[in-house]
């Protein structure tokens, strides 16, 4: 069974901390994503991993930064958290292709309150 | 502006009812994608559809994709409480999917 999986369903930040998220997939795919969920919006994405240590900027990068290390793993860095930015987190993977979007697996979301 | 544009973004109908639902953009896509997502969980793929004019049926639901590529349709025959959701076309731009707001789906018995 494919799985994407992110460390934590629920977190509460203080304004200002240094916030990680961190997604991990088991289907050896190229691409992963980072997007934010807030309603009305639909998903919105922050940033995009073609490949590991590759990564490009989304619609909406700013107050953030990823890490690609490792193919299995994104992680997703707010650098001082603030009040909005608290949202829900999504993080997706997909096999490679730059043409024609194949399936995307989500995680559960990591939903984040920033007091 | 978002480059996928869905319609309407809430729609509350009763069981048995029909309903489309529009994804609309003034880009072309080499394909558009629909998902579905459920309270607390991440969005499941549908379909995807690929070639223009293209119709894929999913037992109830019935997926079309524009003859320029630029628009998909859902359309859900006799809808029924467990279609509930949220409905996200989605599109490939330079290797990232991009999504529509959603349409918030609700079916009452």
């Known amino acids: 069974d494919v799985k994407v999986t992110q460390s934590s369903r629920y977190l509460v930040k203080r304004t200002g901390e240094k916030v990680f998220l961190e997604c991990v997939q088991d289907?050896?795919?190229?691409?992963m994503f980072w997007y934010r969920q807030d309603p009305g919006l639909g998903l919105r994405l922050i940033y995009f991993s073609y490949d590991v240590k590759m990564k490009e900027k989304g619609d909406i990068p700013e107050g953030y930064s990823v890490s690609r290390e490792k193919k299995e793993r994104f992680s997703l860095i707010l650098e001082s958290a603030s009040t909005n930015q608290t949202s829900m987190y999504l993080c997706?993977?997909?096999?490679?292709?730059?043409?024609?979007?194949?399936?995307?697996?989500f995680g559960q979301g990591t939903r984040l309150t920033v007091v | 502006t978002q480059l996928l544009e869905q319609s309407p973004q809430f729609l509350s109908i009763q069981e048995g009812e029909n309903l489309t639902v529009y994804c609309n953009s003034s880009s072309v896509f080499s394909s558009l994608q629909w998902y579905r997502q459920e309270p607390g969980e991440g969005p499941v793929l549908l379909v995807t559809v690929v070639t223009g004019g293209e119709v894929k049926k999913l037992k109830r639901l019935t997926f079309q994709f524009g003859d320029a590529r630029k628009d998909s349709s859902l359309h859900i025959t006799a809808a029924q409480p467990g279609d509930t959701g949220l409905y996200l076309c989605a599109g490939t731009r330079g290797g990232k999917l991009i999504f529509g707001q959603g349409t918030e789906l609700s079916v009452k018995p």
């Open positions: 997706a993977s997909s096999l490679g292709g730059v043409i024609r979007a194949t399936e995307a697996f």
């Open positions: 289907m050896d795919h190229e691409n």
